[in-house]
T-cell receptor, first 115, second 116 residues
Framework: DGGITQSPKYLFRKEGQNVTLSCEQN?????MYWYRQDPGQGLRLIYY???????QKGDIAEGYSVSREKKESFPLTVTSAQKNPTAFYLC??????????????FGPGTRLTVL | AQSVAQPEDQVNVAEGNPLTVKCTYS??????LFWYVQYPNRGLQFLLK??????LVKGSYGFEAEFNKSQTSFHLKKPSALVSDSALYFC??????????????FGQGTTLQVKP
């Protein structure tokens, strides 16, 4: 899991609540990513950011929001608009630059459960 | 559209036997291919990647993968499986769209079960 931390490890949300998942990295990586993992579906990209103060929607951004105010931090908010938020959320980062060959390194994940 | 397929949901192998986890891809141009492993309730760990050059790529924990352009495959292999290799394995390809997002496209994963 390297220098990427995610918190909390487990998170429980009530219907209608917004919750924020933390992702911090000390690897001096420019790019950061949020993926959602559901059983049997692999990982799907929610949002990504290639530089501070800039981010773009991924394939399943509806019901989620992010910010990138600092290079080392990329928090993800799961809003009440996300109808099926129960999943395992993974944050990743990649080295400086925008090379397609760069390896993404993943954090340990946060498991979100809606009660 | 670029895609990755892992045709087997689960692979079972006896400890000490060779293992293969299959991956095929569909991309335009030269692919950038990755293998990751995930243990229960953990993040993904990078195993190896193919960018260019030798078709046989060696990675972490004794794993290797063979890039086969004619068969559009990138199968993960290990000569002698360990019980501790039991985990979920993901193949991924880098999205090479014009925006160069660095986005990875993942297969659905293959569970490897190594029995003593």
């Amino acid at each position: 899991d390297g220098g990427i931390t995610q918190s909390p490890k487990y998170l429980f949300r009530k219907e209608g609540q917004n919750v924020t998942l933390s992702c911090e990295q000390n690897l001096n990586h420019d790019a950061m990513y949020w993926y959602r993992q559901d059983p049997g579906q692999g990982l799907r990209l929610i949002y990504y950011s290639q530089i501070v103060n800039d981010f773009q929607k991924g394939d399943i951004a509806e019901g989620y929001s992010v910010s990138r105010e600092k290079k080392e931090s990329f928090p993800l908010t799961v809003t009440s608009a996300q109808k099926n938020p129960t999943a395992f959320y993974l944050c990743a980062s990649a080295p400086p630059g925008r090379k397609s060959t760069d390896t993404q390194y993943f954090g340990p994940g946060t498991r979100l459960t809606v009660l | 559209a670029q895609s990755v397929a892992q045709p087997e949901d689960q692979v079972n192998v006896a400890e000490g036997n060779p293992l293969t986890v299959k991956c095929t891809y569909s991309v335009s141009g030269n692919p950038y291919l990755f293998w990751y492993v995930q243990y229960p309730n953990r993040g993904l760990q990078f195993l190896l990647k193919y960018i260019t050059g030798d078709n046989l790529v060696k990675g972490s924990y004794g794993f290797e993968a063979e890039f086969n352009k004619s068969q559009t495959s990138f199968h993960l292999k290990k000569p002698s499986a360990l019980v501790s290799d039991s985990a979920l394995y993901f193949c991924a390809v880098r999205d090479k769209g014009s925006s160069n997002t660095g986005k990875l496209i993942f297969g659905q994963g293959t569970t490897l079960q190594v029995k003593p």
